[in-house]
């Protein structure tokens, strides 16, 4: 594990720590919403799926939604967290336009989740582990329209009753290098998981990045909270400017005054949107209308003993069963798809060879087409044809490059691109033999200088004598007949 006290920024009166810590709502994977029936799809038309309890119609009482419940705890399972058996839903005041009911049904003092724990992985290979302090459930706001018109305001309910989680860490991230990381991390366990799909383009997932900066040892400072950011890379650049912005102040000779702000993506800026509320602001209070919320123990015991293998576990798992770099490992299970897929394409073959191929040029061109592992061109069945005919040397791993790109644009076969371009790798030894005759012959002068102790010049003639084969010689026995070839 990393020392978070070693990322330290420089000002100009010396070092300062960033201290960082994210509030993450993810909305949960339920067909229906979390006190009413109404529908969740993405993208329906405005107003099209809004209840009676939605638009807060009086007399109208929310129903909890069991399903969202267990995602819930499955989450927080997957989190290493307390499940709390006993918990409570209570009201959150306060006056907004897309809030109708004038209060949102959120949990404060007894969620349903308690402490946890998240592991992050870093560039350099190392991990670090970030508590959470609680994930809580509550329902999500309307959204208010300000581009439909240049004098009015328009409220869209669809997404009012939404059923989130809000998962709080602990100010524990020290660097907009973490907080990526951390968010990267948290979004692929949902992923695994299946109770959140963590669209943050669609604002299924999103984040409030609470920054302050200190100096090493001296308490926290007064931190800022920068709402709503719906993107990895953005977050990591809020935390990067809003840190440079607390420092040059302080430096300064100012005070920092705990506010809510907006990130401004064209700007690459925190701006100022209000004071930060406290708890008491908003009147929290047990919503009368919903029971305190009882779990039975064996039925999470359940859920927990049919967890998915998760990413951390998988990891490991892929480090010992088939010797992949930590780095490696941690780049194919990112994702439960790419996981998969290297399983698929491993399964009978060299392991190593797979992963090099697919964190390597196969993600290279998957990332380049913009499409999914399951609408790819080429699927595994595809990559493992073509890795078998470099294994078996049918092909050279460099013809097999050229290969993998007609296969791109073909989407045909190995084989079949092979047969169809005349790429199969020469083994006839005479015609190589022939080849190297020739280059030797062609190079006298060069011929002379490596016998004369310039033993680089290898390279040369084996660039050569490939070029002239077409790239087609096997290069195992290219190396051998040319090193007897060059022998004084």
Known sequence: MTDPAKNYVEGATGPWEIVIGMEVHAQLQSQSKLFSGASTTFGAEPNSQVSFVDAAFPGMLPVINGKCIELAVRTGLGLKAEINLHSVFDRKNYFYPDLPSGYQISQFLQPVVGKGKLVIDLPDGSAREVGITRLHLEQDAGKSLHDQSPNLTFIDLNRSGVALMEIVSEPDLRSAEEAGAYLKKLRAIVRYLGTCDGNMEEGSMRADVNVSVRKPGQPFGTRCEIKNVNSIRFVQQAVEYESRRQIDIIEGGGKISQETRLFDTGKGVTRSMRSKEEAHDYRYFPDPDLLPLELDAAWVEELRRNLPEL???????????????????????????????????????????????????FFAALNKSGQSLQDFVIDAEKLGGLLDVIADGTVSNSLGKQVFAAMLESGKDAMAVIDEKGLRQVTDTGAIDKAIDAILAANADKLAEYRSGKDKLFGFFVGQVMKAMGGKANPAALNDLLRKKLAP
């Open 311 to 361: 990413p951390d576990d998988k990891k490991a798992r892929f480090i010992s069963q088939y010797g992949l770099s930590p780095y490696d490992a941690g780049v194919l299970v990112a994702e439960q798809e790419s996981a998969h897929f290297f399983e698929t394409v491993a399964k009978g073959r060299d392991a190593k060879m797979v992963s090099n191929w697919i964190t390597g040029d």
